[in-house]
């Protein structure tokens, strides 16, 4: 489990079949369990690059749980047990 948000990444992703690239996480605290990307699409749809998100790495894929506040960071990263 980690805490993270996102941007948009180039190189030496591909697009996808709507020509978005995908988004890569950035963490702020606990460790991803593999590669922490999310596709484009679903990620300019749904997500937002401002936000922090509380993700899960599970059959080679970043699902969000939820997302959470600046405010939060900190604490629900210490409730959780990850370190920043």
């Known amino acids: ?18 020509n978005n690239m995908p988004y890569t996480a950035i963490i702020f605290a606990g460790v991803p369990n593999g590669q922490a990307l999310i596709n484009g699409t679903i990620f300019k749809e749904y997500l937002s690059t401002g936000a922090y998100y509380i993700c899960v790495n599970k059959n080679n ?11 939060e960071l ?11």
């Open 1 to 18: 489990m980690f805490i993270a948000n996102f941007r948009q990444t180039k190189s030496p992703y591909k697009a996808d079949k709507n």
């Open 61 to 71: 894929r970043t699902e969000i749980i939820s997302e959470i506040s600046v405010g």
């Open 74 to 84: 900190r604490v629900v990263a210490e409730h959780l047990g990850l370190r920043y």
